[in-house]
């Protein structure tokens, strides 16, 4: 039968002129020998193909029935929406090629809520959804009726949702609709990754055994940085990168069609504005997406895109997944990636088909990040590439699921006990804890069983299943599934009505009618806030405001850290690597002249004073995260020890205390600050762990379903959520301290905001490495952006410039 498989999708891709690879036949085989797996290969080698091909094939082959006969039979999630549409292309190109009158339908936000209703009395044959979706269809009643026809289900970019409370969703939902049909294959398929059998693991679970498929076939990358003719043109701190916009617009022009990719939404804006002031002429061939412009614009961009209407879009990560654009020539990274996966993936989007060849353009924002793109460069060609840790024991994730369950058919508690130890997320659960978090949704556990709206769950007398009955409840629970949490968006409308996108409340919350601000490339003037919509209208003036959506920074990769110090050791060799390592040589030069430059097995401080105070920087190139959890770590011993003042500046190179008395190296060494004895309390008392722990909670609590973000039109305040959820942890902080969502707040904090793992490591490094201090008479190449950082949230943006010419010169004398 394989062979025959293999046979009849071969002969369908010799009838459009193709050639299946190696690895394509190799998946084929082994799911008509229902084998179940993880397939690994680079963008625009035809993974689609080879994960979905089979199922097909198969209902081909055996006379399947027509439309809406035979039930859903093949399930395919993909992390964005933007995927969708390419993939359901590909699957009606199969079926029409294999004669298969399949429907092909996609079930996500955007979907039309006709759409929702027809798929309710009938699903397609093959969905394209989102975890969320899935879970909202798991809500619905018959659930359990409805997946029982299931025979496959794809996850799409698993590398994206490995490590994130989506994938957690992906694990549950795979093993409840394994409890509907045991015989489904699940399959993954992801980009590279540094520990693909756990990430197979986690999409499989424990007991089941899976097959690894990797392609042989290698993408070609070229990697060019856009330089200025001198050095002095690039600033030496900052984030935008604006003074190589000239560069940037050759590039757009040199090539069919390009994506500039941003790190931020409100990059995007800031590089879409400055691309028509410094152009005109691209009025209409440019274009700008990401995740915050409605739907309809969004289509019309990856439409145009996809039809080669295009010279350019600016966008975000809203577009670096494997959405098909083969028009796309080029690709343009505005500032660090923070990562060799990221950084490959976005390469990608261009030269997408089988091979061609893969061009990414970086622009650095400040001279350091020359260093980034030439260590970009060697990471990519060694094949070093990052982990991505599988969550676990995430009971907020747990909890959602099991009033999804409530909602729809209910469940025995019995059986999906085992259902969700069977998952990679959950293995470690005893029944203890389960039995907790059935308590919990029946009453609201210890401390919160005097309120009724915690009440949620009860035990069905007659059929044994937990549900839940109440209609308001079971509302509020299906439009509150999902785990993306952002702060509080609150519609753009024209005056007539027209939707334009979301901005974030805390944004127009200070906003007065006649203000104006740039959104979705256009200069708006604010008129009213009304009914929780924002209603607006074109305005000609070319200033304004630009929306800044809240949410953490990236922070460098250990991988990316690593490539960066090993570039720093080679250069203090005297081995330049790269025209970017020759370009940066006079900055680097500079910081050997008045300080050190560190070879890879020592660590650089720098101490220091300006008129500002006593300056200590340390060089790790740990990432951020890490910087800042040492720093504070470092700042609560040093108090510990003699009482003084510590302010902390920290980026992905390295950190600086600053303080009104001196601070000298000597000490950290004599008070020990750096050492790993009694680490985890130190930590938690220096970055008042209590705080943070709380701010983390406000996530935990609206995917419990402890707090409601409100129906439409109803929507609760950013102030009135952080409150209320606030209120419940200090309830549980002082009543009920081994509630399990109490402890978890707690365990994100160091597990993933402290990356405690990585922290661990890096003392651990410390240890062994050699500390190289050093007494320059001002800041140094290397500290300047850690001093700017700092001046930037306290400065005006003219002080700020004044301060940093002052600084430069002095730096240049």
């Known amino acids: 039968m394989s062979k025959s498989i293999v046979t009849f999708i071969s002969d369908w891709f010799s009838s459009k002129g193709w050639e299946p690879h190696g690895f394509q036949e190799e998946v084929w085989q082994a799911q008509s020998s229902l084998e179940q797996g993880l397939i690994i290969a680079p963008t625009g080698s035809g993974k689609t193909y080879a994960a979905m091909a089979e199922t097909l094939a198969q209902a ?172 002095e043109r690039l600033p030496w701190a900052g984030h935008l990168g604006l003074k190589l916009v000239d560069q940037v617009i050759d590039v757009v022009r040199n090539h069919g069609s390009t994506l500039i990719f941003t790190n931020t939404r409100s990059q995007s804006e800031i590089w879409y504005h400055k691309l028509l002031d410094s152009a005109p002429e691209f009025a209409g061939v440019l274009a700008l997406h990401h995740s915050s412009i409605a739907k309809d614009l969004r289509d019309w961009v990856e439409t145009a895109l996809y039809d080669g209407e295009l010279k350019a879009v600016v966008c975000t990560s809203s577009l670096d997944l494997g959405v098909d654009f083969r028009p796309v020539e080029a690709v343009v990274q505005i500032g660090g990636p923070k990562g060799v996966a990221r950084f490959k993936q976005r390469a990608g989007r261009s030269g997408h088909s089988p091979h061609a060849v893969s061009k990414i353009f970086f622009v650095p924002t400040h001279g350091l990040e020359l260093i980034e793109a030439s260590a970009l460069r060697d990471a990519i060609e060694e094949g070093s590439i990052e982990q991505r840790e599988p969550l676990l024991r995430s009971f907020d994730v747990l909890i959602q699921f099991l009033c999804t369950l409530a909602v729809g ?121 009304k009914e929780s919509i924002v209603q607006v209208k074109r305005s000609k003036n070319p200033k304004g405001r630009i929306p800044v959506y809240l949410g953490g920074r990236l922070s460098l990769s250990s991988e990316l850290g690593h490539a960066l110090r090993d570039e720093l050791d080679a250069f203090g060799k005297g081995h330049i690597r790269s025209a970017e390592m020759a370009r940066v040589s006079p900055l680097l030069e500079l910081q050997q002249h008045v300080s050190l430059l560190p070879s890879s097995k020592e660590v650089l401080v720098e101490q220091f004073q300006t008129n500002d105070g006593h300056h200590l920087c340390f060089y790790l190139f740990e990432g951020r995260g890490v910087h800042q959890a040492l720093g504070m770590l470092m700042a609560y011993r040093w108090s510990q020890a003699r009482p003084l003042s510590i302010s902390i500046s ?66 609760q305040g950013v102030k009135h959520l952080q409150s209320h959820s606030g209120l419940i942890f200090e309830v549980f902080r002082e009543f009920d301290p081994d509630n399990l969502l109490f402890r978890q707040a707690y365990d994100e904090l160091i597990d993933q905001q402290m990356e405690w793992t990585r922290l661990n490591l890096v003392i651990e490094r410390l240890q062994k490495r050699h500390m190289r201090v050093s007494f320059p008479p001002h800041p140094t190449p290397f500290s300047f952006p850690l001093v700017v950082d700092r001046l930037r949230e306290k400065l005006s943006s003219e002080q700020l410039e004044h301060r940093i010419k002052k600084m430069l010169a002095h730096e240049l004398s």
């Open 60 to 231: 081909a082959l055996n006379g399947a029935e027509g439309k809406n006969k035979d039930g859903v039979r093949m399930i395919w999630i993909a992390p964005i929406r933007a995927l969708t549409k390419e993939i359901k292309l590909s699957a009606e190109r199969m079926c029409t090629g294999f004669q298969l009158d399949w429907e092909v339908g996609i079930r996500t936000g955007d979907t039309s809520a006709s759409e929702k209703a027809r798929q309710r009395k009938h699903l397609p044959e093959v969905l394209i959804t989102t975890p969320e979706s899935l879970h909202v269809l798991m809500a619905m009643r018959d659930s359990r009726k409805r997946f029982k026809t299931l025979e496959c289900l794809v996850v799409d970019e698993w590398h994206e949702l490995l490590g994130t409370k989506r994938g957690v969703q992906v694990e549950l939902a795979s093993a409840w609709l394994r409890l509907q049909n045991p015989q489904i294959k699940v399959w993954g398929i992801s980009a590279t990754l540094g520990n693909p059998h756990e990430a197979m693991r986690a999409l499989l679970g424990p007991m089941h055994k899976g097959r690894l498929i990797r392609s042989d076939w290698k993408k070609r990358i070229e990697v060019h940085s856009l330089m200025p003719s001198h050095l």
């Open 409 to 529: 058919d209910g469940f025995d508690a019995a059986e999906i006990s085992r259902v969700i130890r069977s998952t990679h997320a959950f293995s470690s659960l005893n029944q203890e804890e389960f039995a907790w978090c059935i308590q919990f949704i029946c009453d609201g556990g210890e401390s919160l069983t005097a309120y009724d709206e915690y009440k949620r769950v009860t035990l069905d007398a007659d059929s044994g299943r937990y549900v839940i009955r109440d209609r308001r409840q079971a509302r509020r629970h299906r439009m509150s599934i999902g785990t993306i949490v952002s702060d509080q968006m609150i519609k753009v409308k024209w005056k007539r009505g027209g939707f334009i996108g979301h901005v974030e409340e805390y944004f127009v919350a200070s906003m007065e009618p006649g203000d104006c601000f740039w959104f979705a490339g256009m200069s708006l003037e604010f008129l009213r806030i």
């Open 650 to 715: 920290c980026n992905d190179y390295g950190f600086e205390l600053l303080s009104d008395e001196p601070l000298k190296y000597e000490e950290v060494e004599e008070f020990k600050l750096l050492s790993s004895v009694g680490l985890m309390g130190d930590i938690q008392n220096g970055v008042n762990a209590a705080e943070m722990a709380r701010r983390r909670f406000r996530d935990i609590a609206v995917i419990a379903g402890l707090a409601f973000q409100g129906f439409p039109g109803q929507n």
